[in-house]
């Protein structure tokens, strides 16, 4: 049974994300792990963290946004710290 097929079709969840989700294991182990609570898992709340996330990068664009200029720690003066 296909999840979340709608919302995919829809456009609702980025590509690069549901690409990433299929083909990086320790991506996917993460959503796994949040339905996971001792011996047991909670399918149905992996799956609603799962739409939460996809839900909430693309509105956000965590993809297009800048990353700030970092200095690298060899080119900070003591003071800096």
């Given at each position: 049974m296909p999840f979340f097929l709608e919302e995919i079709k829809n456009g609702e969840f980025d590509a690069r994300d549901l690409q990433r989700f299929n083909e990086?294991?320790?991506?996917?182990?993460?959503?796994?792990q949040h339905g996971q609570f001792g011996e047991t898992?909670?399918?149905?709340?992996?799956?609603?963290?799962?739409?939460?996330?996809?839900?909430w990068r693309k509105?956000?664009?965590v993809y297009?946004?800048?990353?700030?200029?970092?200095?690298?720690?060899?080119?900070?003066?003591?003071?800096?710290?």
């Open positions: 990086i294991d320790a991506y996917t182990l993460m959503f796994i898992f909670d399918e149905e709340r992996a799956f609603r963290i799962f739409h939460g996330s996809m839900s509105p956000q664009n297009g946004r800048r990353r700030r200029k970092t200095t690298k720690t060899s080119e900070m003066k003591f003071n800096d710290f």
